[in-house]
């Protein structure tokens, strides 16, 4: 089992950047999948990135590629969602999850309480 605490949101204007973090606890930690969602107001949660326990591979959905760089540290437990660029839409309640594979799709296996990003415009 995996307990998950985000933090590092805010409000940042147009253009700015924002470093998310996330705790993890549990010794599963390393062997996990750990990706980053969000969910805007009256969405649908949408995934955004993924990376693998070993760090080595990563991927984004196409809306925050060149922007936004998922990276973990394994020795400290934490993921971190590096975030440049921002736009008004990338406002949301930003999650970590540790997560699995199903099909094409990345599902949540535990989640943290999420952190609020807001960007103005």
């Known amino acids: 089992q995996v307990q998950l605490v985000e933090s590092g949101g805010g409000w940042v204007q147009t253009g700015g950047s924002l470093r998310l973090s996330c705790a993890a606890s549990g010794r599963t930690f390393s062997s996990a999948a750990m990706g980053w969602f969000r969910q805007a107001p009256g969405k649908e949660r949408e995934f955004v990135a993924v990376i693998n326990p070993s760090g080595i591979n990563t991927f984004y959905v196409e809306s925050v590629k060149g922007r936004f760089t998922i990276s973990r540290d394994n020795a400290k437990n934490a993921v971190y969602l590096q975030m440049n660029s921002l736009r008004p839409e990338d406002t949301a309640v930003y999650y970590c999850?540790?997560?699995?594979?199903?099909?094409?799709?990345?599902?949540?296996?535990?989640w943290g309480q999420g952190t609020q990003v807001t960007v103005s415009s």
């Open positions: 999850a540790a997560v699995h594979k199903e099909g094409r799709s990345w599902l949540g296996d535990y």
